[in-house]
Structure formats: structure tokens, C-alpha cells
């Protein structure tokens, strides 16, 4: 088979002007932890923005992914919530402010939440295929797929190499939340590979293996109808339990103990119920050039991954050979995490560098730099047919980052929360960035 040229492209998520700390993440330690904590969206985004600006800059695809429209207005109409939007705000805020900060929440920051994607390499049709996640298990992120899909749709236009599927059933048993449990393993971009697909428990058998305090957000029911709708052979498949322990421990999703790219795979040894088994799975499958790396406990604990975020990391093939680990800043600060990463780059595995970033403004609410960038897989010819304007250079970097500093406060805290003019801020900012990013009207106030 004739290996196409392709590349990984990123796309982040652009963190949105309401952005907050109002602890809605149950199972997310970072989340809960910091909830109540004075947020400030500015400095989120700028940093976000400064992320994507330094791959582009190291020669990685680098794309953006807009935030959404908040507060819903429209979701807090369907619960009850009548007269001006004015009204609507102040009187959810009052009357249900957990409700209303479900509402206001800018969670679709955390790209890698928006959709599972398979390459045209691995699918039955050549087509890149894109599964909008339902994220049933929050409803501050169960709201976000109906936009979701018009934002994808808006960037991956063309028919004739794009394939989009509407989000599954939104019930527990169908839970699905994106590429946060799903990974493509292959030796080259452009042929066939390994996708892995990761659940934490089955939706319909109870009585099977799942964590006892925190949730399974993603269930193996959901991956598998991933699998079919996006008519991945078998072959080509490894479907995955994630160790419950870990999920009770605060390892919300699979990023969180596991990243991968190329044949290689960065993962904790106690991430997968069966981890040798999985492991020999995808070696068999993908074949011997497959690469597992697994950190054991006594190198970094669980305790210490989920504090630093040393799996929620990106994994980038370099031009030069070689791999970048992309982390974020906690890693750094956390002693024992940074003495292991200084070790790894000299131990002859592919992952030759690595980069701490500063995103403390994600980090904050339990996000890294593995959760605000979506991964799509494309070959020249899809790359080409992506819209051009959400694609990361100078130039975009210039006006998104003057966009920020006119539209997004320095501070928003529990009063901030409440003020009806947060709404007429995001709406004036979100139309004037689809006018940037080429994207039209894909927001409901737009077409009102």
C-alpha cells in the first residue's frame, strides 16, 4: 500500500470569555479543588493562544476551534426561564445558580472533548470521520454538541473527504466523551493503523468491573457504535478498559494516564484493567515497531500524575526524528515528575525533548495540554480542504491575540458570574471571530 503524505494536525480549543472556576467537573480533582477561585479569561486564552502559536511556529499543523455562545440562553429557556435574556439570567442566577453555571460554563475549551476523529487511512470509505461526543455524563457538557457539530462542519467543509456524524443517544449507557479516550497508533501518517479506544465501564452490564466513587464517563457500548459508524475494521481496532482504581484516584479520562502518537505509546503501569494485555494487543496489531512506554509507580505515582498532568501531555513526532513531550508547568514544579522526565529523554526511547508550557488558567479547572487540542489526521489533499482561516501563522496569531485583549475581562469571580452583560460581551465577540476565522453563521444569535 502506497504511503500518502500526511500529517497530525492540532486543533485548540480557543477558551471562551466566560471562563470560570464554578467546580462542575465531579471526578476531576483540579475541578473541585480550585472551584470558587476568581478566574481570569484573558489570561486563559492568551495563554492557549500562545500554545498553538509555538507549535506552528516549531512547523506542526496547528488549527483553532471556536468557543461557544454563553450563557445558553436558549437551555435555560427549555427549564423555565422566561422574559428578556436580561431576565432570564438574573432570575436563573437567583433561583438555580448551579443550573445557571452549567449555562455559563466555557468547558468546550477542552477540544479534545469535541469529537472522536478517524483517518482516511483506517476507514471503510477513504474518508476522514468525525463523531461529535455527546458528553451525557455533565450537563455543562452535554450542551455543547449541537454546536459542536456546526463549528467542525463549518472547518471540515468538503464532502468528498469530510464525513460528520451527529453525537449518540445522550444516555448513560451511550456515554461518549471524544478523543480524550481514543488514540491512532501508526508507523507512518497516511496508512493504516491502530485506533485505540478506551472505556471505563460497560453501560448495560452493571455487575461488570467499573469505579466505586468516581464515574465512567465513557462506556464500551458507546466506543463500539464509534467503530462502526466510522467502519473501522477489527483488525485495525483495540478496545480497552481503563483500571477503575485509576478513575477513582482522579483519572477522569484516559489522556489523563495515557497519551500516544506514532508507534509510540506514554502511559502509567497501572492504566488499563488488562495492561499487558493490551499492550501486546496493539504490538501484535500495529507490529513490532510499537513502542510502550509505561512510567511505574515507583518512577511517578498515580497521585503525582494526576497532580501534574504528566499524561495529559501532547506527543509530537519531530521533522527531525525523534518525539516532543509537550507538558504543562506543573510538571516542572513537581519534583519528583520532573526528575523522571529528565531522565527519559536519555534513556533511547523515541521521546528525545521535552517542553513545559505555562497553562495554569486550564490546569486550574483540569485541563492540560492533551485536553485543549483535538488530533485530526490528514493527507495533503485534506489538509488543503480544510477552511484556510483556522489554520495557525502569524497573521492569525496578531489578530486573535488583539481579539482577546478588546473582548475578554481580567477577572470574572461570583459577581462577575451573575451580569447580564457577560452575554451581550460574548456574542459581540464571537461574531466579530467568525468573521476571522471565515467560519459564518454558526451561531444561533447570528441567524436570530
Not at 426561564?81 to 433561583?95: M, N, P
Not at 497519551?259 to 499487558?276: K, M, P, S, T
Request: net charge neutral; proline share 4%.
Amino acid at each position: 500500500m502506497t504511503t500518502m503524505i500526511a500529517y497530525e494536525a492540532n486543533f485548540d480549543g480557543l477558551v471562551g470569555p466566560t471562563h470560570n472556576y464554578s467546580g462542575l467537573s465531579f471526578g476531576n480533582i483540579a475541578s473541585r479543588k480550585n472551584q470558587g477561585s476568581v478566574a481570569n479569561p484573558r489570561l486563559a486564552a492568551l495563554q492557549g493562544l500562545k500554545k498553538m502559536k509555538k507549535l506552528a511556529d516549531m512547523g506542526f499543523k496547528q488549527g483553532v476551534l471556536p468557543p461557544q455562545e454563553r450563557p445558553n440562553i436558549a437551555e435555560l429557556r427549555s427549564l423555565g426561564f422566561g422574559g428578556s435574556d436580561a431576565e432570564v439570567i438574573r432570575a436563573a442566577c437567583k433561583h438555580a445558580p448551579l443550573l445557571y453555571s452549567s449555562m455559563l460554563s466555557a468547558s468546550s475549551m477542552w477540544s479534545a472533548n469535541a469529537a472522536t476523529v478517524s483517518p482516511s487511512a483506517n476507514t471503510a470509505d477513504g474518508k476522514v470521520h468525525f463523531t461529535v461526543a455527546n458528553l451525557n455524563n455533565k450537563l455543562h457538557r452535554s450542551i455543547e454538541h449541537t454546536q459542536t457539530s456546526r463549528t467542525l462542519r463549518a472547518i471540515f467543509r468538503d464532502e468528498k473527504f469530510f464525513v460528520h456524524h451527529d453525537a449518540l443517544p445522550g444516555c448513560p449507557q451511550l456515554g461518549d466523551e471524544g478523543a480524550a479516550n481514543h488514540t491512532r497508533f501508526c508507523q507512518h501518517y497516511g496508512e493504516r493503523g491502530v485506533e485505540l479506544f478506551v472505556y471505563g465501564a460497560s453501560g448495560f452490564n452493571m455487575a461488570a468491573r467499573r469505579p466505586k466513587n468516581f464515574p465512567a464517563r465513557q462506556t464500551m457500548e458507546a466506543s463500539q457504535a464509534i467503530i462502526r459508524l466510522h467502519g473501522l475494521d477489527e483488525k485495525n481496532v483495540v478496545l480497552a478498559q481503563q483500571n477503575p482504581d485509576v478513575i477513582d484516584a482522579g483519572v477522569f479520562h484516559n489522556d489523563v494516564i495515557a497519551v500516544g502518537n506514532g508507534n509510540v505509546l506514554f502511559c502509567h503501569e497501572l492504566a488499563f484493567v488488562d495492561q499487558h494485555g493490551v499492550m501486546n494487543e496493539i504490538g501484535v496489531k500495529l507490529g513490532k515497531s510499537f513502542v510502550p512506554i509505561q512510567v511505574t509507580s515507583d518512577e511517578v505515582s498515580v497521585e503525582d500524575a494526576v497532580e501534574s498532568y504528566l499524561f495529559n501531555s501532547q506527543l509530537l513526532t519531530l521533522a527531525g526524528g525523534g518525539m516532543l513531550l509537550l507538558v504543562p508547568e506543573e510538571c516542572r514544579t513537581n519534583t519528583r515528575v520532573w526528575n523522571y522526565l529528565q531522565k527519559l529523554v536519555t534513556l533511547g526511547t523515541p521521546i528525545s525533548e521535552v517542553l513545559a508550557m505555562d497553562l495554569r488558567e486550564s490546569m486550574k479547572n483540569g485541563g492540560g495540554p492533551a485536553c485543549l487540542r483535538l488530533r485530526v489526521e490528514l493527507t495533503e489533499k485534506e489538509l488543503a480542504a480544510v477552511n484556510p482561516a483556522t489554520l495557525m501563522n502569524d497573521a492569525l496569531y496578531g489578530r486573535l491575540t488583539a481579539w482577546v485583549e478588546k473582548h475578554y475581562r481580567d477577572r470574572i469571580g461570583e459577581v462577575e458570574l451573575g451580569d447580564p452583560a457577560l452575554l451581550n460581551e460574548c456574542r459581540a465577540a464571537l461574531d466579530e471571530l467568525t468573521k476571522i476565522l471565515a467560519l459564518g453563521s454558526i451561531y444561533p444569535f447570528q441567524r436570530a
